[in-house]
């Protein structure tokens, strides 16, 4: 499958070479060999359909081979002069202010030396660049000829359903869940009984019984597994439950600590699998559990038995529900009788089909694709995540044509050894080129490994996969979510999680990804060595690696250094084996790897940042999450490309670069939970791309001004403002422009923990009611504010959160709406009210009380939780149908009696 990527990049290389590309060129005299360039790539551009076609006969291979690790280079040379463009036009733009006697915020940071477009460095780079350009189209001259002697076709057009690839049809995954379990409500029955009766236990006299569901991948027993999971009838029986994911890897510490968290609600440490264990023991005893052990291969009984001894003390009727591929599996696990999960029947299968096909239960509305239809259904074998898959294919298919095009395909009949099914290669092959391209990078993710979207998504911006000529006007974000929801509409992902927090590959896909990843990818983990593989680490492009303890001491690591060219560096965290060493091997390895796109170094046990890293100036993408770093070095400013800088979980990170503001291409700076992060680098306000901004530190003097917000408009996700009390003028509030920033979901304000006689509750006040809160802010938090605002106007509020107001003594009807007579329902989509730490709290009236009029208010309010009001002695808000979950804490007993009469809904109450 060496076509995979082939395509989408050429296209792409074509793209890049703009006006400003070819005005370098010509200012360098460079223009003949970037035309000459342009003119091959169209040549190669023309025979790419019929080269797909031809792929599986090997001297094609290797050409298009040859010409993917060609395209990276030339992409790496367009990017250098891309980047030299940037880097210009910035040096020109502090000339021309210095000339003008300005002040301007960049002048300071770059050498006058450096202005001047005539300079020696210049005239140095012309030269480094045109020996690269020469070197690159004598190459490419070699594979234009070299398309002639194959006989590839300059007039074959490549067949694809999407005729306008940019008008992509997305269908949701609503309908999804369903279809993939139709036709199992008996196995589903079957394993209701086994679930809920006793039988095995009397029969193997073990208190503890294994009920087991086995057969082939792509059968459907994990969406299965989970459907009993969620089953109101199990819910019922089981007093604890726990999933776990187990995979390749029967890790019994990892496994042991996952349950442990789903069953106790809670994330600890435990020093060995021992005390581990003891800690599982408090939990489970005389309680009857459910634990689901999903995709197990573990054929080992000593580690089954050493698992299992800490579960003997539940109630009897506890199960495991186990899913495997294996028979072997479930006898070692001491399973009574294996549930074996069968193929789907004919008429079954084809249902499925016609409903992932035509969202229909049948094919009586289209005779003349049943036999077509069903041709394809028995080339599926009956295996439903081929038959969803492929029928999602078809979906976009226009023609019977189309379908006859596709059961004929030549993919049915190739035996590459793979073991790819090949109803999943068809579903590949029926992707556009950038979709290929975007799919083959998720090989970097081992199988079972959770994603997330947005992550995903600014991985795929970071090597260039989504186009911004594609996005029009449209952000690259928004692109590349499109981009994630048509492989998720077609199967290729999976959603993990009801929250669409993370996402999986289904074994069989990552399979297929790892088909299609050839020689350019490579993932270094338990199962994967890089001597397994006869490749030359020239090649290698993208890599990722298991974050275990040591593994940079791994004997083949050092190999690494021959993959000069190496765009991703991705360790991962993965069960267990979340934190690595980040070793002198390492630090050296980075210092040559200039070519990167993208590199993490999340969770490595860092103190410091190399200055090296300034010379990655093709960096887009750098995470340094979760580090004990302090600072970073000046040079990262120097990084013009980096799109994304996460810092989130740096809890000793107490500054950034002061020439931050030449970063003028950043869209990402997480500095979340961050505490010792206390003064920004002047500028920040003129990163107009920036859309993630996590916090910001309103300072006095030359510091950041809170009304620097107003041009940052395209601001999304969660936004902190702390150290309010510095905002003096409440106009500069009014100039944030917060109310307009409506892709902001979270919002936390935040003032001084110091009450003293330097602040004013005036100014205060009008400072928070200038700072509007968007209309469609989902989540607010409120800490140490003097006065409590009128909020009840933001309909879409979910989550309210008022925290440390030292001063607030009263809340009234105030809180819900601005005047009298009201209008509409005060916090109509409010669920979670937290009141915490309010010291001089003593009444909370908003109901109004007899004869005073109020707007219906907290109408769908589920959780109340108010702790550390050691004053507050009378509560009243009225009706609260809805509310399920009631905390108090720390709190008069006038507290609870007021809250509970207030509602008879109640089904949780903690109190402390």
């Not at 082939?6 to 070479?17: F, M, N, P, R, Y």
Request: contains cysteine; proline residues 3%; charged residues 25%.
């Amino acid at each position: 499958m060496a076509e995979i990527i082939v395509s989408a990049v050429v296209t792409l290389l074509i793209e890049k070479l703009t006006a400003e590309l070819m005005n370098l060129a010509r200012s360098e005299g460079l223009e003949t060999q970037l035309k000459k360039l342009k003119q091959n790539f169209l040549l190669i551009e023309a025979v790419l359909a019929d080269s797909a076609q031809k792929q599986n006969q090997k001297p094609v291979a290797l050409w298009l081979i040859e010409l993917q690790d060609l395209a990276y280079d030339i992409d790496d040379v367009l990017d250098d002069m891309a980047t030299e463009v940037l880097r210009r036009k910035l040096n020109h733009q502090v000339s021309h202010d210095s000339t003008r006697a300005s002040c301007s915020k960049l002048s300071k940071f770059v050498p006058t030396c450096c202005t001047n477009n005539f300079s020696p460095r210049n005239f140095m780079y012309g030269r480094k660049i045109r020996s690269k350009l020469d070197e690159v189209n004598t190459r490419l001259d070699e594979l234009v000829e070299q398309k002639n002697k194959l006989g590839l076709d300059l007039n074959v057009k490549l067949e694809r359903s999407n005729k306008n690839k940019s008008d992509v049809r997305f269908h949701q995954t609503s309908s999804v869940n369903e279809s993939k379990v139709l036709g199992r409500e008996n196995d589903k029955e079957a394993l209701i009984g086994r679930l809920l009766g006793n039988e095995e236990a009397s029969s193997n006299q073990k208190v503890i019984s294994v009920v087991s569901v086995v057969g082939m991948g792509g059968l459907g027993k994990t969406t299965l597994a989970q459907l009993l999971y969620n089953d109101k009838r199990v819910k019922d029986h089981f007093e604890l439950m726990a999933w776990v994911c187990v995979s390749d890897d029967f890790d019994m510490f990892n496994i042991s600590k996952q349950i442990y968290q789903a069953i106790g609600g809670e994330h600890k440490d435990f020093a060995n699998l021992d005390l581990l264990s003891v800690a599982l023991k408090e939990k489970l005893a005389g309680k009857r559990f459910l634990v689901v052990l999903d995709d197990v291969w573990n054929e080992d009984d000593k580690k089954w038995d050493l698992l299992r001894s800490a579960f003997d003390v539940g109630a009897h009727e506890s199960k495991f529900l186990v899913t495997t591929r294996n028979k072997e599996v479930a006898s070692v696990m001491d399973c009574f009788q294996p549930y074996i999960l069968e193929i789907l029947s004919d008429d079954i299968a084809l249902s499925l089909f016609a409903k992932s096909a035509l969202d229909e239960q049948n094919f009586d509305k289209h005779p003349s694709l049943k036999s077509v239809a069903q041709a394809i259904v028995k080339k599926c074998d009956g295996l439903p995540l081929a038959l969803v898959t492929l029928g999602k294919v078809l979906k976009r298919k226009e023609s019977d044509d189309e379908w006859e095009a596709l059961l004929n395909s030549e993919i049915w009949n190739l035996d590459d050894e793979s073991g790819i099914l090949p109803a999943l290669k068809l579903s590949y092959y029926d992707l556009p080129s950038h979709l290929k391209q975007v799919f083959a990078y998720c090989f970097l993710f081992p199988k079972d490994y959770e994603f997330e979207r947005k992550k995903l998504v600014l991985l795929w911006m970071a090597q260039g996969f989504v186009s911004q000529t594609k996005g029009k006007n449209q952000p690259i974000e928004s692109l590349g979510d499109k981009y994630f929801e048509e492989l998720l509409s077609r199967s290729f992902f999976q959603p993990f999680r009801k929250d669409g927090s993370r996402y999986i590959m289904h074994d069989l896909m990552n399979d297929l990804a790892t088909s299609v990843a050839v020689e350019f990818f490579f993932r270094l983990d338990e199962n994967m060595e890089l001597n397994d593989r006869n490749k030359a680490y020239e090649k290698f492009r993208h890599f990722s690696f298991i974050g275990q303890q040591r593994v940079t001491e791994h004997k083949m690591f050092k190999e690494l250094h021959k993959a000069r060219c190496l765009r991703t560096f991705l360790p991962l965290s993965v069960g267990r084996w979340k934190f690595i060493t980040l070793d002198n091997v390492t630090l050296d390895l980075l210092s040559h790897l200039n070519f990167l796109r993208v590199l993490s170094l999340t969770n490595e046990s860092i103190t410091e940042v190399p200055r090296s890293i300034g010379n990655l100036k093709h960096l887009r993408y750098l995470n340094f999450s979760n580090t004990d770093i302090q600072g970073i070095p000046e040079q990262v400013s120097e990084l013009y490309n980096l799109q994304c800088l996460l810092v989130g979980d740096c809890y000793k990170l107490s500054s950034l670069p002061v020439s931050f503001v030449k970063l003028i291409n950043l869209r990402h700076l997480d500095m979340t939970y961050t505490p010792l992060l206390n003064k920004l680098p002047l500028g920040i306000g003129g990163l107009t791309s920036l859309q993630t901004l996590s916090k910001v530190i309103i300072e006095e003097g030359n510091g950041f001004k809170i009304s620097e917000l107003k041009g940052l408009s395209d601001l999304q996700g969660e936004l902190s403002i702390e150290c309010l009390e510095k905002v003096i003028q409440p106009t500069d509030a009014n100039d944030a422009k917060l109310q307009q920033k409506t892709g902001l979901y979270e919002l936390n304000m935040r003032w001084s923990d110091v009450f003293d006689g330097f602040r004013d509750p005036a100014i205060e006040y009008e400072v928070l009611e200038r700072l509007r809160a968007p209309s469609k802010l989902k989540t607010l938090r409120i800490l140490f504010y003097g006065e409590l605002p009128t909020l009840g106007h933001l309909s879409s509020l979910r989550k309210l959160y008022l925290s440390r107001m030292k001063a607030v003594q009263t809340v009234g009807i105030e809180l819900l709406a601005h005047t009298k007579p009201f209008h509409g329902d005060a916090f109509p989509s409010l669920e979670s009210l937290e009141v915490e730490d309010m010291q001089c709290l003593e009444k909370w009236s908003t109901s109004g009380g007899d004869g005073v009029e109020t707007p219906r208010s907290f109408l769908r309010l589920r959780g109340i939780s108010i702790i550390r009001c050691p004053k507050l002695d009378k509560v009243s808000f009225g009706l609260v149908p809805s509310l399920e979950k009631l905390t108090v804490e720390g709190c008069p007993e006038a507290v609870l009696r007021d809250l509970v009469g207030g509602s008879s809904s109640i089904r949780t109450l903690k109190l402390g």
